[in-house]
């Protein structure tokens, strides 16, 4: 089945500092997910990116599926981004199943 | 708009009990799938159904059934609990068109301890 691999697996931050986090994975996906799991356990969906760049504030995302990696940017890092950011890639093996691989996560500490 | 709904939130269960967990998804939403998330790891798919069908399972054994209701509500259904079946469950919920123009959103999970 298909890999998805993270780095790093795990960030150390000084509030105000930017990051960069990288996923990889091994084989052709129809979509890709960023998500951000917050210390309740709570999956907070925060790209839906199969290809090219999406902004949200602080936070940015660029997919380039020909060479299967996608980046998360976050500017500016705050406290309240800490947490375990999880990538997600998806493949359908029909018109409605649909399931997506985890990656096993990058654990983010915005230290104040 | 309420976001999808899982109940209960925190669950023990001693060593062979059965347990049910349950899943409102987002109104409007027809496909519901089920993550199991053991502690350091990332979610494992367990089921996806759409439209009150199962459309995909992940390698997960016969002792997890889920099925999914007229009102596009979902339970997942563990008998013979082990000690290693205690995780985060998490239910997601996407409108399942097919153009898959979206995300799919997640619930605020179950975690259930089995003691």
């Given amino acids: ?112 | 708009d309420a976001g999808v709904t899982q109940s209960p939130t925190h669950l023990i269960k001693t060593r062979g009990q059965h347990v049910t967990l349950r899943c409102s998804p987002i109104s409007g939403h027809k496909s519901v799938s089920w993550y199991q998330q053991v502690l350091g790891q990332g979610p494992q798919f367990i089921f996806q159904y759409y439209e009150k069908e199962e459309r995909g399972r992940g390698n997960f054994p016969d002792r997890f059934s889920a099925r999914q209701f007229p009102n596009y509500s979902s339970e997942l259904n563990v008998n013979a609990l082990l000690l290693g079946d205690s995780a985060l469950y998490l239910c997601a919920s996407r409108p399942g068109t097919r153009l898959l123009l979206y995300g799919y959103t997640f619930g605020s999970g179950t975690r259930l301890t089995v003691v």
């Fill in chain 1, 1 to 112: 089945g298909i890999q998805v691999e993270q780095s790093p697996p795990d960030l150390i931050l000084q509030e105000g500092a930017n990051s960069t986090l990288r996923c990889n994975f091994s084989d052709s996906v129809n979509n890709l997910q960023w998500f951000h799991q917050n210390p309740w356990g709570q999956l907070i969906n925060l790209f839906y990116i199969p290809s090219g760049t999406k902004q949200n504030g602080r936070l940015s995302a660029t997919t380039v599926a020909t060479e299967r990696y996608s980046l998360l940017y976050i500017s500016s890092s705050q406290t309240t981004d800490s947490g375990v950011y999880f990538c997600a890639v998806e493949r359908i093996w029909d018109n409605y199943g649909q399931n997506f691989v985890f990656g096993p996560g990058t654990r983010l500490s915005v230290l104040p």
